[in-house]
T-cell receptor, first 112, second 115 residues
């Protein structure tokens, strides 16, 4: 079992839909959680960063962490065609001695 | 916007050639990383460095080598390119003094095609 599991999709939704992207993980020591967005043929860019459990909102994006279930989510409200990209979750340990562990990424298409 | 640069952005080269992919960052980050990513596929960590004169191999076995002589510079070298090396190579950096600072910032990538 991989440390981080993420459904690769593809996920196709109509414009304006609410999108839910998820990752599960097996290592309960992870404390820092990130979501990256990667457009085709580009490098990933950091979207959201959260620490431990709870929610964090930034515009149309909400990141949610449920440590008891080892489950993190990214919600996109009022999705736009420009949100079409691959979304990668990533997580790290508190020690700072190991690189981030990335999910495989979920490919999202928002259809106008 | 992250200040991390990669050159060249695109490279087409023949089998057997030696190539060096350049990566530089101006953020003063101690940690730097190289990933390999095929189109539509996951990121694979191939090398990383936690500071000057420190390099480690990543999860994916790679025939490439790296060096870290200066904090801001982390070049990746392939001594003899092969078609199996065709891929996108992404460089990243992080401040990395604790778990909260492991957030990585990525460069735009180098797309390599070996004929």
């Amino acid at each position: 079992q991989k440390e981080v599991e993420q459904d690769p999709g593809p996920l196709s939704v109509p414009e304006g839909a609410i999108v839910s992207l998820n990752c599960t993980y097996s290592n309960s020591a992870f404390q820092y959680f990130m979501w990256y967005r990667q457009y085709s043929r580009k490098g990933p860019e950091l979207l959201m960063y959260t620490y431990s459990s709870g929610n964090k909102e930034d515009g149309r994006f909400t990141a949610q962490v449920d440590k008891s279930s080892k489950y993190i989510s990214l919600f996109i409200r009022d999705s736009q065609p420009s949100d079409s990209a691959t979304y990668l979750c990533a997580m790290s340990l508190p020690s700072g001695n190991t690189p981030l562990v990335f999910g495989k990424g979920t490919r999202l298409s928002v259809i106008a | 916007e992250a200040d991390i640069y990669q050159t060249p952005r695109y490279l087409v080269i023949g089998t057997g050639k030696k190539i060096t992919l350049e990566c530089s960052q101006t953020m003063g980050h101690d940690k730097m990383y190289w990933y390999q990513q095929d189109p539509g596929m996951e990121l694979h960590l191939i090398h990383y460095s936690y500071g000057v004169n420190s390099t480690e191999k990543g999860d994916l076995s790679s025939e490439s080598t790296v060096s870290r002589i200066r904090t801001e510079h982390f070049p990746l070298t392939l001594e003899s390119a092969r078609p199996s090396h065709t891929s996108q190579y992404l460089c990243a950096s992080s401040r990395g003094t604790s778990g909260s600072q492991e957030t990585q910032y990525f460069g735009p990538g180098t797309r390599l095609l070996v004929l």
